[in-house]
């Protein structure tokens, strides 16, 4: 209970720290670069998934890997599992939270709707990471219609 709500806190304190430098950098600017925090998601990914993979043999095939995403990776790192998958068996995948962590502290109100994506993007950027370890490249983003669920949207980029 006290790491899960230590690993809240440093998420917020992450959040803050980069919409502030953010803020300092671009006084004009009215949008919010979110960038960093997708960068730091993605290099979060990248090494748990190596180490919760390590014992284990390969995927075999795409959607197997996306089953894992939502299952032992997600409880690995949000004490729970993804509420739904869906896919279009095309390369395009929809992971449904329907209690999403960081956004279950955050009121419900029409008026926080705004500032969802700040919390968003660090997890966008560590699925991103953790599906690029795993060998498979892909745009990660994610939809806030009403708190605290959240989708996020994987397309799998063919090359």
Not at 34 to 58: C, N, V, W
Not at 71 to 89: C, E, G, P, S, V
Request: charged content about 25%; hydrophobic content about 40%.
């Amino acid at each position: 209970m006290a790491d899960e709500t230590i690993f809240e806190f440093l998420h917020a304190e992450i959040v803050n720290y980069i919409i502030t430098q953010n803020e300092v950098k671009n006084k004009e600017s009215k949008d919010e670069d979110l960038s960093d925090l997708e960068y730091i998601g993605f290099a979060t990914g990248f090494k748990i998934i190596e180490r919760l993979t390590k014992e284990m043999p390969r995927f075999k095939d795409e959607l197997d890997t996306m089953k894992f995403i939502c299952t032992d990776f997600w409880t690995a790192i949000y004490k729970k599992q993804i509420d739904n998958l869906r896919t279009n068996h095309q390369g395009v995948y929809v992971l449904q939270d329907n209690a999403f962590r960081f956004l279950t502290r955050i009121s419900e109100g029409r008026q926080y709707l705004e500032m969802a994506p700040r919390y968003v993007a660090f997890t966008c950027g560590v699925i991103r990471g953790s599906l690029a370890n795993l060998g498979i490249n892909c745009l990660v983003t994610a939809e806030v219609q009403a708190m605290p669920l959240c989708k996020f949207h994987i397309q799998v980029q063919r090359t």
